[in-house]
């Protein structure tokens, strides 16, 4: 009972300190909604694949440089070494491919992959048989979502699929969606032998598509497969595995499952995360986190003051010191456990927001288990104990003496809040500085130059057949706003298509990037001339790179590729394959007719409205096709190709403004107690004649003075973190003073448009009411 009497107590000391309350609550609020969803996002990705029951005998095959092989290179390995118990090679098919069910055409997501599928890894079935659900060619998966959208409620078992023209398929199961792991989801799981409709060289017996898809290995237990990485090289030359047998692959790796997705090596067909972003996350959090903590210690001993009459009676009453320590620490755990409440439902509600800013799926309510629940519990008691640990100390040690002689209060006034304020600037001073620099650098390395223009260039993906995309590309012609339209098989954004082969001489191996278009396309492009051979059979552009690189003369008539002799015809200017970062590559360019190539991509330029534009072109291309657009214009391409960059410079964005919300509230909060414990003072200030300018100068410097020393520390702290992120691009800004003195002058604007209305207030009031109050 007297423990309910308490808590009643501290809800009514509350509910009269309605500003104290709200600051307080708000910002441990906000905060724990991101510690939340950090929590869900960070457990997801560093828990990818850890489901999988053979994770440890699991490897992926691949070289120095990429996680990826040719199809069916891995069973000749399985043929050879004991220790494979099983080999999966895996398709991921990111494209949507155009399919038909019942005459209604969709996009779907496809994967494909050895029979034993769903026995290799551990992605459940929600009906069907594992060890026959993709047997032959002929089965498909599909996954719990696309059977709901696809079948609308009935069971998919037994129904068709038009995969293509000439490839039907009979649904034999129905799998759990794929998600946390490496392997992306899909819509619907094929045997590879499907892999012969949509592109055959990633089956081939001889192996020539090297990059078309990822062979995993299940080695048997109690075996150590890694050892075996040089005997599986000599083995890849043995059997005229080109990259190995031309020498191009040096190394061969075997990497683990469960390493794969925050793994350096590149893989295009699985997922990948980023542990320095998730870490950058996960720390931006924790310091969010840490505003709001500072934020309750400042505004609670900053109230002890005012407390300080109720301490002294319930000392008085009897109540020990540890009593009343241990009854602050259960208020500020109730304080925190409120917060958590609306916390949690906040989070829950900002998980649309969330889940396109991170790129990703978060599922808060998958998360509650009992384990994590239990992990919540423990957070909140953590928290509410580092909250109210200092709080408690101070007034815990309040003595009624003090109480009554009034020194209560002057003992407590900022000593420790100038720490605290004093770390809040210099957290947000760098915060700031941070955002600033990081989104210059997107925005620069999203507007380089890249020599072929790119404005108001819409690629769509050509997931049709040949004659419905002509038909879309004369319809689309025919729009108003649009000013040409052009057939590519490749852009130079996605690299066109990758031909590789030793020199003439044999002393190297030369790996080209062929673009073909038709001549809309090219002079779409607009890719300067510098030579035109004006040849009449069918020939090269080459690039001037790719010219001295050869080592080509501008009046060479032809050059070896592999063992073809090539007609040259023309040179262009350099341009840039896929983004600025991306490492300079031989570059061939080849304009033919529409007739003579099966067009991945339509290139539409408009004018006007992009928007408005993309619009139209999508309500044409459904109208045609029966599916929705797949495509993006060109400078919208390089924007996502840094779109973790992106998405980091948008999150210390984000938490920047929460920093600078809360540093604002407990700042104002802060200083209106402080004038109040320095109300005497000032009132015997003006007796002895300062004037109204002069004391209010000096409470606005009292506190700028704290973001001036927070500029000092935060300076060379930022300038060393940001100068060694930039360090990673070859192509980035200058590092100038300009960040950190806007930095700077922005956290003090906001200090002294905090302070200067308390501090005016005080000193314009009348002093002889202060010190008869007193």
């Known amino acids: 009972m007297n423990n309910l009497i308490n808590i009643k107590s501290f809800f009514n000391f509350l509910s009269k300190n309605k500003g104290y309350t709200a600051i307080n609550v708000f910002g441990l609020s906000i905060s724990l909604m991101f510690v939340i969803l950090i929590g869900v996002y960070v457990g997801q990705e560093m828990s990818t694949d850890k489901f999988q029951r053979n994770a440890d005998r699991i490897y992926a095959l691949g070289s120095e440089d990429m996680i990826m092989s040719a199809g069916l290179v891995g069973y000749p390995v399985m043929d050879r070494f004991p220790e494979v118990e099983k080999v999966c090679p895996v398709v991921s098919n990111h494209r949507n491919e155009a399919i038909t069910i019942n005459n209604v055409r969709y996009n779907a997501g496809l994967v494909l992959a050895d029979s034993c599928f769903f026995n290799f890894f551990s992605f459940d079935l929600v009906d069907g048989d594992k060890a026959r659900a993709i047997e032959t060619k002929n089965y498909a998966v599909v996954s719990e979502s696309f059977a709901k959208k696809a079948f609308s409620g009935r069971n998919p078992i037994g129904e068709s699929i038009q995969i293509k023209e000439d490839y039907t398929v009979t649904v034999t199961g129905i799998m759990k969606d794929i998600r946390n792991s490496t392997i992306p989801y899909a ?16 089956i081939s017996e001889q192996f020539h598509n090297a990059g078309g898809a990822v062979v995993f290995f299940l080695a048997k237990e109690g075996t150590n497969f890694q050892e075996r990485t040089d005997d599986i090289k000599e083995l890849f030359s043995e059997i005229i595995y080109w990259p190995y047998f031309h020498n191009m692959w040096k190394e061969v ?6 390493k794969i997705y925050f793994s350096e090596t590149r893989t295009w067909q699985m997922q990948h995360g980023d542990k320095r972003f998730v870490l950058i996350f996960l720390s931006v959090g924790l310091l969010i986190l840490a505003f709001a903590i500072i934020n309750y210690i400042n505004l609670t001993v ?3 003051g005012f407390r300080a009459k109720e301490m002294a009676t319930r000392r008085l009453l009897g109540s020990s010191r540890k009593e009343l320590f241990f009854r602050l620490i259960l208020e500020s755990t109730l304080v925190v456990f409120i917060s958590f409440t609306i916390g949690l439902l906040l989070a829950y509600a900002a998980v649309p927001f969330a889940n396109e800013l991170l790129d990703t799926k978060l599922f808060i309510v998958d998360n509650l288990s009992i384990g994590n629940i239990g992990l919540f519990i423990l957070l909140i008691l953590l928290i509410g104990f580092i909250s109210g640990l200092l709080p408690a100390m101070v007034m815990s040690s309040s003595k009624p003496i003090d109480v009554v002689r009034g020194t209560f209060r002057q003992k407590t006034k900022m000593v420790f809040s100038k720490v605290f304020i004093t770390f809040q600037n210099i957290i947000t001073i760098a915060m700031i500085a941070a955002a600033l620099i990081m989104i210059t650098q997107v925005n620069h390395l999203i507007n380089a130059p890249l020599n072929y223009n790119k404005t108001n260039i819409l690629d769509v993906f050509a997931w049709a057949g040949r004659e419905e995309l002509q038909k879309f590309g004369n319809e689309a012609s025919n729009l108003a706003f649009v000013k040409s339209v052009g057939y590519t098989q490749g852009t130079p954004f996605n690299r066109g298509n990758n031909f590789t082969a030793p020199s003439k001489d044999g002393g190297r191996n030369l790996s080209f990037q062929i673009l073909k278009s038709d001549q809309a396309a090219f002079d779409m492009l607009q890719i300067e001339k510098i030579r035109d051979n004006n040849i009449a059979s069918q020939g090269y552009y080459m690039t001037q790179y790719t010219m001295n690189d050869l080592g080509l003369t501008e009046d060479s008539p032809s050059f070896s590729m592999g063992d073809e002799e090539v007609m040259i015809a023309g040179i262009l200017e350099d ?11 031989l570059t061939l360019y080849e304009v033919v007719k529409i007739e003579d190539i099966y067009p991945w991509s339509v290139l539409i330029e408009v004018q006007g409205d992009p928007i408005d534009a993309l619009n139209e072109i999508k309500a044409l291309f459904n109208r045609i096709t029966g599916l929705e657009l797949n495509g993006e214009y060109f400078d919208k391409q390089i924007e996502l190709s840094y779109r973790i960059q992106s998405r980091t410079a948008k999150i210390v964005s984000i ?11 407990g700042l104002l909060a802060m200083s209106t107690y402080f004038i109040q414990q320095r109300s005497r003072e000032i009132a015997v200030r003006k007796v002895f004649g300062s004037s109204e300018s002069q004391i209010l100068k000096t409470l606005v410097i009292t506190f700028l003075n704290y973001v001036l020393i927070a500029f000092v520390i935060a300076t060379p702290i930022v300038w060393y973190v940001m100068n060694d992120w930039l360090s990673d691009y070859s192509y980035r800004i200058t590092l100038t003073p300009v960040y950190f003195i806007i930095a700077g002058l922005f956290c003090l604007l906001i200090s002294l448009v905090t302070v200067f209305t308390q501090s005016w207030q005080a000193a314009n009031e009348n002093p002889i009411k202060r010190l008869k109050a007193e």
């Open 187 to 202: 819509d619907i799981a094929l045997n590879i032998a499907g892999m012969e409709h949509f592109n055959p060289s990633a």
């Open 253 to 258: 790796t075997l990497t683990p499952l469960d």
């Open 302 to 304: 900053a109230q002890a």
């Open 575 to 585: 341009f840039v394959l896929g983004n600025i970062s991306s490492d300079r590559t």
């Open 655 to 665: 938490f920047t403004l929460i920093a600078i919300l809360i540093s604002f509230l």
